[in-house]
C-alpha cells in the first residue's frame, strides 16, 4: 500500500505532544496571503504567507512552503518555512531542517535540527511574550512648542 508509506508524506511541523488538546486550531493555507497582525487563541498553522506580526498564546507552525514576514510571538513556535523577522516562545523554538529564520531568536529552550538555517542572534531566555497583551500603535501627539532656531537662521516675525 504505497498510499501510507512515509515517502511519500511531506515533512510538517507537529503540534508538541505538550500541547493542550482543547486548544482551537487555525489553519492559513496554501496560496493564501495575510498583510497585517494575526493573532490566535491557540494554535495557528502557517501554510501560505503572512506580512506582519503572528500572535499565538498556543503555538505557531510554519510547514515548509509557509513564510512570515514579520515577528512571531507564542509559547512555542515550530518552524519548517521561511521567517523574516523575530521570534519570541516562552516555552520553545523549534527549528525544523526546511527552514529559514532570518532574524533574532528569544527562548529559554532551542532545537535545530540538522540543515536549518538561523541567520540572527540566539537568547536564551524566557520573554513572557505570549501573555502580554497586544498594543495598537498610537500616533505621536503633536509637538506643541516650536524647536529653537538654529544659529544663524533668520526667522520673519509678524
Known sequence: MAMFSSANREESPKPSPRSNRSETLSIL?????????????????IEGCVEGTV????????VKGGKVDG????????????????ILADERVE??????????????????LEGGKI???????KPNAATKKSTTIKEPEPETRKPAPMVGEYRKTG
Open 119 to 125: 541567520n540572527g542572534n540566539i537568547h536564551m531566555e
Open 71 to 86: 515577528d512571531i510571538i507564542a509559547q512555542q513556535a515550530v518552524i519548517g518555512g521561511e521567517v523574516r523577522g523575530g
Open 29 to 45: 493555507a496554501a496560496g493564501a496571503r495575510v498583510s497585517g497582525e494575526l493573532e490566535v487563541d491557540g494554535v495557528i498553522k
Open 95 to 112: 527549528v525544523q531542517a526546511t527552514s529559514v529564520v532570518n532574524g533574532d531568536i528569544t527562548t529559554p529552550q532551542i532545537t535545530v
Open 55 to 62: 500572535r499565538a498564546r498556543g503555538q505557531v507552525l510554519v
